[in-house]
């Protein structure tokens, strides 16, 4: 009796305790074991560029992205000009401003000027998708949370990669950078299962950049402008063709659990 | 890379520029996105963005272009049955490993 009574209060105390930072801290830690390959990669592709192993953590604590710091370091380290390194972390990164417009639809009161500055510094393509899971208005103790767990991934996986990229056989280098675009795909491929609009948007889109590669006169188009034009055309075909309901777009992904909660109105 | 003071100019501006694109929308939208093109546009763009990165690129990203096929069709198939980020990343890697070893 005693102790199923000690247990019931342990169990309260526990749900008291996951608070929303805890419960965005928790959410943030398989996005954190995610980048962890990704970052490692990363690394290796860095110091193989011929970045130092402290200016390769440096370039990802700064920028926690992906596809732009891969693009980034070449152009570091060829000395290409510095436009070039502006307009291509402009062009490859465009995205997340999109992605800051429909996160910006999603938090509470609570998440102030000053809260905003720092949260939109960690909001990577994951994050925002993990975000967008949650069907309740996100406090800024829930986001503070979220990203926590996914900057030191990425800086930690960077480091340990930096470092050991020395060590590698070539054969582990080339297999591990593979892994970047096989997240992209695991981050794809199962609502293009489920929803047919966007497989067509996955479909129109690898349709271009595939012209925009092989076609002559095309593939003279940088590769991140490219990239971009053929987001861009597929999003905007689709968004005519196939426009959602309001409600999907709170859930944005359909990874996430379809819990459309707040806002059904506005469908006409 | 030798020149340090260039590296931080480099990294200043790359920094620089992927945190505007972040910051500015996330602090200036603050109202409600009524226009049901902009809504599906903005549900849209993120797949459109990393389908575009990945296909043809991926093909190329290996030492050789069988072994990224392959890496790609298990990337796939794990995606297919819904594994997490992390089991597939790790299964096309380990698939490209073994590929590579009768190949290269």
């Known amino acids: 009796m005693r102790i199923s009574l000690l247990n019931e209060v342990i169990v309260t105390n526990k749900q008291a305790k996951n608070t929303p930072f805890i419960q965005g801290f928790k959410d943030g830690i398989p996005i954190c074991l995610g980048y962890f390959s990704v970052a490692f990669a990363f690394g290796i592709f860095s110091v193989g560029q011929g970045l130092y192993v402290w200016q390769t953590i440096l370039v990802s604590m700064a920028n926690i992205t992906s596809a732009g710091q891969l693009a ?11 436009v070039n390194m502006a307009l291509s972390q402009f062009v490859i990164n465009l995205r997340y401003a999109l992605m800051s417009i429909s996160l910006s639809q999603k938090v509470d009161s609570s998440v102030r000027t000053i809260d905003r500055l720092i949260i939109s ?47 590698l056989p070539v054969r582990v280098i080339s297999a591990l950078s593979i892994a970047l675009y096989a997240m992209f795909i695991a981050i794809v491929l199962p609502p293009a299962k ?58 944005n992904s359909d990874r996430t659990n379809h819990t459309s909660s707040t806002s059904t109105k506005g469908v006409n | 890379m030798q020149d340090i003071t260039s590296f931080f100019i480099y990294l200043a501006i790359m920094g620089g520029v992927t945190y505007m694109i972040r910051m500015i929308p996330f602090v200036l939208c603050k109202e409600k996105i009524k226009s049901r093109f902009l809504n599906s546009f903005l549900y849209y763009i993120p797949y459109a963005v990393l389908t575009a990165m990945t296909i043809p690129a991926i093909f190329y990203s290996t030492a050789s272009v069988y072994s990224a096929l392959a890496g790609m069709v298990v990337a796939c198939i794990l995606s297919y049955f819904e594994k997490h980020l992390l089991p597939v990343a790790a299964g096309a890697c380990l698939t490209v490993f073994v590929v590579e070893l009768f190949l290269l």
């Open chain 1, 121 to 167: 510094f960690v909001n990577t393509d994951e994050v925002f998708a993990v975000a967008f899971s949650q069907k309740q208005k996100l406090s800024r103790y829930y986001l503070y949370g979220l990203i926590l767990m996914p900057y030191i991934g990425w800086s930690g996986g960077t480091t340990l990669g930096a470092l050991a990229g020395n060590i």
């Open chain 1, 72 to 82: 980034g370091v070449p152009i570091m380290t060829m000395g290409l000009p510095l």
């Open chain 1, 194 to 251: 489920k929803n047919r609009a966007v497989l067509f948007v996955v479909i129109i889109a690898a349709g271009l950049s595939i012209m925009f590669r092989y076609l002559p006169l095309l593939n003279q188009v940088s590769g991140s402008i490219a990239c971009l034009i053929c987001a861009v055309a597929a999003s905007a075909i689709m968004a005519i063709l196939s426009p959602i309901r309001i409600a999907e777009a709170d859930t």
